[in-house]
Structures are given as structure tokens and as C-alpha cells.
């Protein structure tokens, strides 16, 4: 059984920071491509970032290059993202999400993802 488990989120002042982690469980995590998607108060789950199993390719979001950074460090299971100059808009839950093929390259859209996490709050203030 496959399990995500987010962390990491919490509230923050614009301008500020926030790394989340992402701890996996039940399939060889190093063979496959990971995201991040983001899902704000009555809008669509929308795709953050994403990274390859080796982590060679990664695919941000226009809204969030040159601020956040994905990373993942397969010895433990984890992927990270990191979120700096944040902004009101960052405010969603953000989720991660596993590909389900083997080292298969990264998506950028929801349904190329088959196991997902709970979920961690962010909210930006102004």
C-alpha cells in the first residue's frame, strides 16, 4: 500500500518561507516521478511542480519559477518543496502526488499521478 504523507505547511507572512516534505511509503520510491499540486478555496487542484525519479527533470509552474524549488532525496523516501518569497496566492493545500510509472518521466497534470497525500494547509498573509 502506497503512502504520502505531507508536512510542513502552516501560516507565514508574505515574503516569507516554507519547505514541505513528503515521506513515502509501500513502492520503491527512487523509480518514480513525483509532483506537487496546489488547491486553493473553490478553485481546480493545480499543478505546482514536478521531478523525474532520478531527479534530472523537473517542470515548474510559470507562477512559481524562481521561487519554489523541488528536490528529493531517495535514501529517505522524502521530496521537498521549497517555497520562498511567498505570496497571499500561494495560499492553498498543497499535495503530493506519485507517478504510476516506473521510471517514467514527470507530469504536469493531475491525472498522471495515481497515489496522492492528505494534504498540508500553506497560508500566506498579507
Known amino acids: 500500500q502506497v503512502q504520502l504523507v505531507e508536512s510542513g505547511g502552516g501560516l507565514v507572512q508574505a515574503g516569507g518561507s516554507l519547505r514541505l516534505s513528503c515521506a513515502a511509503s509501500g513502492r520503491t520510491f527512487s523509480r518514480y516521478a513525483m509532483g506537487w499540486f496546489r488547491q486553493a478555496p473553490g478553485k481546480e487542484r493545480e499543478f505546482v511542480v514536478s521531478?523525474?525519479?532520478?531527479?534530472?527533470?523537473?517542470y515548474y509552474a510559470d507562477s512559481v519559477k524562481g521561487r519554489f524549488t523541488i528536490s528529493r532525496d531517495n535514501a529517505k523516501n522524502t521530496v521537498y518543496l521549497q517555497m520562498n518569497s511567498l505570496k497571499p496566492e500561494d495560499t492553498a493545500i498543497y499535495y503530493c502526488?506519485?507517478?504510476?510509472?516506473?521510471?517514467?518521466?514527470?507530469?504536469?497534470?493531475?491525472?498522471?499521478?495515481?497515489?496522492w497525500g492528505q494534504g498540508t494547509q500553506v497560508t500566506v498573509s498579507s
Open positions: 502526488a506519485t507517478s504510476p510509472l516506473r521510471l517514467g518521466v514527470p507530469g504536469t497534470s493531475s491525472g498522471e499521478y495515481d497515489y
Open positions: 521531478m523525474s525519479w532520478g531527479g534530472e527533470i523537473t
